[in-house]
């Protein structure tokens, strides 16, 4: 056993390996992840094989190692914490989602006296609990609420929500007054109510603990407000595009040129694997910053930033080509 927290699925790993004659395996996990990154060497060089630990950030399933592959001759890539998003022919991928093995009964019920006020409750959950959430939605059931689970329309699963994609909480938004999420930290709730308008309560079955997070919504919906005001005194304007396989979006990054030229402004395309303060403070002669690769920088890291640096949707609502309010109909940050 790898860990006593997580299924690495090592069974299915192994035969995936066999099955592949895989000989040199690179292995790419997320940062709470790669603690086990040991371990999990440890079992496919058991079967005769490289094992290959990339320490790189992976910021999701967006992120695939595809040319870090290429360069040390893997044969396989073996991804971990995420269920498949990019379809590529590139390097033949595994992937283990990782689910957790933490309860969450005990959990949900701490939160319940949170959700006190509304009777209507959406339930949502990434990949690590997916396979509890009945679990969670029987607890709520017994609370005398009344429950909704988007129906995996652009996921792989009911009521998974990703880092970028809230569709299965929109989907039943107008049907809830507020929002459950099952997992750990904030940055997925607040999305939520960045995506829906909504107040959302957290059950994190690794801390045992329930809670609110309208605050520190509140406090980024203020930051993004600050940053599309700054945006709009800006007259050059870089526009990131991200070479990760599924963050490039160079079309998107086109038509925002055109639009942001006939609104007056200059713009400048910049290509970038990693989106830092460091890296885009090179050019001096730009006063703001389109992202059109992970929103989570802009969300999560825009005060490390000099300069504002917004989102697609934000920047249209900076030259008037959409409302403030509007943000939430289209999911503020979802393409």
């Known amino acids: 056993m790898i860990s006593p927290t997580f299924d690495f699925e090592v069974q ?34 058991e079967l005769g094989a490289v094992a290959i630990v990339s320490a790189d950030h992976c910021y999701g399933a967006c992120d695939l190692p595809l040319a870090e592959a290429e360069s040390l001759g893997a044969d396989l890539i073996v991804h971990c914490g995420h269920s498949q998003m990019v379809q590529q022919n590139a390097v033949p991928t595994i992937y283990i ?16 006296p949170y959700l006190e006020q509304w009777r209507e409750i959406g ?30 329309g652009q996921m792989q699963y009911p ?62 919906i203020k930051k993004r407000w600050a940053n599309i005001q700054q945006f709009k005194q800006a007259k050059r304007i870089g526009i990131l ?40 403070m090179q050019f001096p002669g730009v006063e703001a910053f389109i992202n059109t690769a992970c929103p989570r920088i802009t969300l999560d890291d825009s005060e490390r930033f000099l300069k504002p640096i917004i989102t697609p949707l934000e920047s249209l609502v900076a030259i008037g080509q959409l409302r403030w309010g509007e943000l939430w109909a289209k999911g503020w940050f979802e393409d």
């Open 12 to 45: 299915k790993l192994k035969k995936e390996i066999r099955k592949r004659k895989a000989k040199r395996v690179l292995i790419q996990l997320p940062e709470g992840l790669k603690p086990y990154g040991w371990q999990l060497a440890k079992v496919i060089e």
């Open 123 to 152: 339930l949502v959950t990434t990949i690590q609990h997916i396979e509890k959430l009945r679990e969670a939605e029987q607890v709520l059931l017994e609370a005398g609420k009344v429950v909704a689970i988007g129906d995996a």
């Open 241 to 280: 595009i991200g070479l990760k396989p599924g963050q490039k979006k160079y079309t998107q990054a086109l038509e925002l040129r055109d639009l942001l030229s006939k609104a007056g402004r200059q713009t400048m395309l910049l290509a970038l694997r990693e989106i830092t303060p460091e890296v885009v």
């Open 159 to 220: 009521g998974q929500i990703t880092g970028c994609n809230y569709s299965n909480a929109r989907t039943v938004s107008d049907k809830v007054s507020a929002f459950l999420y099952v997992g750990g930290g904030k940055f997925h709730p607040i999305g939520v109510t960045l995506a829906t308008r909504k107040p959302t309560i957290v059950a994190d079955p690794f801390q045992k603990r329930a809670f609110k997070i309208q605050d520190e919504a509140t406090r980024i």
């Open 97 to 112: 989602e990782t689910k957790a093995k933490a309860h969450i009964k005990n959990v949900v019920w701490k939160a319940v």
